[in-house]
Every structure is written in structure tokens, then in C-alpha cells.
């Protein structure tokens, strides 16, 4: 559990406490506007949805359904936790499935849970496996 509920709910709706953890079941759905100022000067507003996608199994199938037109994935995980931090692999694995590679997508790695201890997970450990995911999703190509 990476609580990455909390975080959605923090971020898009900053006014808003949740005091107790509500595990994900399916998917939990956030969105937050805001405003960009763009290199020209000009502003824009900027729609970001984010899907707290539910690890379990028998939710595979609506899984599925979020990996079309993604722009970023947030690939959370609980440092406090070697399962969670192992579970990585099973994710990139749906990623290249789907065709989400870093040529098309931005991808964030975050260590969760960072002011809890113990750690199961050390700084080494997330650097190499940061290496490991951008060549998991990066192509080479020639031209």
C-alpha cells in the first residue's frame, strides 16, 4: 500500500484531510486544472487526470483501459516495502504492452514513504533500477 490515494486527493483537492487509508479498488480517479504560462508568454489551462490503478489481479481488466493516450506515468512505490519495490517489473511489463515507451511518455519513478523507517529499499537500489526502466521503455533505433 503506497497511499498514493492520499496523494491525489492531496493534490487535486488541497483543502480536503482523509484520515483513513481507503485501498484502491478498481481504479481511484483524480483531476486537477491549472494554469501554465507557455515559453511565449501566453498562459493556458492545463487538465491533468490521474488513475490510481489497483494492483490486484481481478482488476487486470480495467486496468487495461487506462493505458490508451497517456501522456505520463507515475510509477509509485513504498520504500518501506521490497514487495512493492519488485512489483515495478510486473508494471513495465504492462507499459511495453501497451506501447508506452519513454520516446512517447514521461516517465516518474517515486519512492513513497521516504520519512518511514525501516527502509527496505536504498538510495543504490532505486538508481540502478531507474536505469533498468529507461532501458525496459526506451527504443533504439537507427535511421
Known amino acids: 500500500m503506497t497511499h498514493s490515494y492520499y496523494a491525489i486527493k492531496r493534490y487535486c483537492n488541497p483543502g480536503r484531510f482523509v484520515s483513513q487509508h481507503i485501498p484502491t479498488i478498481g481504479c481511484d480517479y483524480g483531476l ?3 494554469n501554465k504560462k507557455m515559453d511565449d508568454g501566453a498562459s493556458t489551462d492545463v487538465k491533468v487526470d490521474f488513475f490510481d490503478l489497483s494492483g ?12 490508451s493516450n497517456v501522456d505520463g506515468v507515475l510509477l509509485v512505490f513504498d ?3 521490497r514487495q512493492s519495490f519488485e512489483s515495478l517489473d510486473s508494471w513495465l511489463k504492462k507499459l511495453r504492452k501497451y506501447g508506452i515507451s519513454t520516446e512517447n511518455t514521461t516517465l516518474v519513478l517515486v519512492g513513497n514513504k521516504a520519512d518511514k523507517y525501516p527502509r527496505e529499499i536504498k538510495e543504490q537500489e532505486v538508481s540502478l533500477c531507474y536505469v533498468r526502466v529507461m532501458s525496459k521503455l526506451s527504443r533504439i533505433t537507427s535511421s
Do not use: M
Open 56 to 67: 490486484d489481479a481481478a482488476y487486470s481488466e480495467v486496468r487495461n483501459e487506462f493505458y
Open 32 to 34: 486537477k486544472t491549472t
Open 79 to 81: 520504500v518501506t516495502s
